[in-house]
C-alpha cells in the first residue's frame, strides 16, 4: 500500500516563526502537492513537484516556499506564520505515468494553528 | 482550468443508490473526469476516474455524458461509511496537478 506520511498531526506556532511541514512517500512517486484545506474553500494548492528539486506554484503559494531534495521528502515552509495560515495542510503524491495517473494519494493532515 | 460545479449537499438513505452530478461544461476533449472523496478527519482518497466511457471498479461507478458535460457518481447501495465529502475533478492529459472544488457533502441516513 502507499503511504504518504506528514511529520505532525497537530501543530501550534506563534505569529512570526518559521514552521517546517515535511512529508514523506514510499512509493517512489515523482509527483508530490501540497494543499490547504480551509472550511467552505475545498483543498486549495499551493505548490507541486514533478522532480528533485524542482517546484511549480499552485493557485496560493504566497507566504509558501517548498523544498524537495530527496524524491521520497516534499517540503512546506511558512517563511513567517501568520494567523491567516492557520490550515489543515495536506501532502499527495502521485506516479507520473500509467494508468491511474493523476491518482493521488494523501497523508493524513497537519492541523496548524498560528496565535 | 476547465471548472466543476457540484452540489453543496446530499442525503441519501443507507442501502439505496446515491447518484452525485456534476456539471463541467467547459470540458476540453482531453480533460480526465475524476473523483475522490473525503471521509472525516481524513486526507482525500481516490474513488474513480474516465475519459469518454462510463468506468466500473469496486467502489462506485462513473457515468459520462455522451457531450461530456456533465458525469455522474453512483454508489450503488450507500452504507454509512460512505458519508464523506465528494469532489468532481478535472485533469488535463498531459498535467498531474488537480484543482479541487468545495465537494458534495453526502450524508447517509440510516
Known amino acids: 500500500d502507499v503511504k504518504v506520511t506528514q511529520s505532525s498531526r497537530y501543530l501550534v506556532k506563534r505569529t512570526g516563526e518559521k514552521v517546517f511541514l515535511e512529508c514523506v512517500q514510499d512509493?517512489?512517486?515523482?509527483?508530490m502537492f501540497w494543499y490547504r484545506q480551509d472550511p467552505g474553500l475545498g483543498l486549495r494548492l499551493i505548490y507541486f513537484?514533478?522532480?528533485?528539486?524542482?517546484?511549480e506554484k499552485g493557485d496560493i503559494p504566497e507566504g509558501y516556499s517548498v523544498s524537495r531534495e530527496k524524491k521520497e521528502r516534499f517540503s512546506l515552509i511558512l517563511e513567517s506564520a501568520s494567523t491567516n495560515q492557520t490550515s489543515m495542510y495536506l501532502c499527495?503524491?502521485?506516479?507520473?505515468?500509467?494508468?491511474?495517473?493523476?491518482?493521488?494519494?494523501f497523508g493524513p493532515g497537519t492541523r496548524l494553528t498560528v496565535t | 482550468d476547465a471548472k466543476t460545479t457540484q452540489p453543496n449537499s446530499m442525503e441519501s438513505n443507507e442501502e439505496e443508490p446515491v447518484h452525485l452530478p456534476c456539471n463541467h461544461s467547459t470540458i476540453s476533449g482531453t480533460d480526465y473526469i475524476h473523483w475522490y472523496r473525503q471521509l472525516p478527519s481524513q486526507g482525500p482518497e481516490y474513488v474513480i476516474h474516465g475519459l469518454t466511457s462510463n468506468v466500473n471498479n469496486r467502489m462506485a461507478s462513473l457515468a459520462i455524458a455522451e457531450d461530456r458535460k456533465s458525469s455522474t457518481l453512483i454508489l450503488h447501495r450507500a452504507t454509512l461509511r460512505d458519508a464523506a465529502v465528494y469532489y468532481c475533478i478535472l485533469r488535463a492529459y498531459n498535467n498531474n496537478d488537480m484543482r479541487f472544488g468545495a465537494g458534495t457533502r453526502l450524508t447517509v441516513k440510516p
Open positions: 512509493m517512489d512517486h515523482e509527483n
Open positions: 513537484s514533478y522532480d528533485v528539486k524542482m517546484k
Open positions: 499527495a503524491s502521485s506516479s507520473g505515468a500509467g494508468g491511474k495517473r493523476g491518482e493521488q494519494y
